[in-house]
């Protein structure tokens, strides 16, 4: 099975910018959807972007501010986050066909 490990999170103050990244251990399929969700303290884990052999879909509340890409030759998918807000601190996790990184923590302060 694929291992996912994702990094990239930190602090950082509203409006501010980061980009996560997602290293599969092995090697992935460009027309099997990857996946970037996260979970904020106290609910549930929801999903941000998918992408599959160019096709791409956002969750209404990172449109326009969150960029979801891969790279299939290095086994690596991104998440670049613009005009972050507080209310998109939760720890991001990547999915790979039914594989979960352990996430990494973005905190957005006010």
């Known amino acids: 099975q694929v291992q996912l490990v994702e990094s990239g999170g930190g602090l950082v103050q509203a409006g501010g910018s980061l980009r996560l990244s997602c290293a599969a251990s092995?090697?992935?399929?460009?027309?099997?959807?990857m996946g970037w969700y996260r979970q904020a303290p106290g609910k549930q884990r929801e999903l941000v972007a998918t992408?599959?052999?160019?096709?791409?879909s956002y969750a209404d509340s990172v449109k326009g501010r969150f960029t979801i890409s891969r790279d299939n030759a290095k086994n690596t998918m991104y998440l670049q986050m613009n005009s972050l807000k507080p209310e998109d601190t939760a720890v991001y996790y990547c999915?790979?066909?039914?594989?979960w990184g352990k996430g990494t923590l973005v905190t957005v302060s006010s």
């Open positions: 992408i599959s052999s160019g096709r791409i």
């Open positions: 999915n790979y066909f039914g594989a």
């Open positions: 092995g090697s992935i399929l460009s027309f099997i959807a």
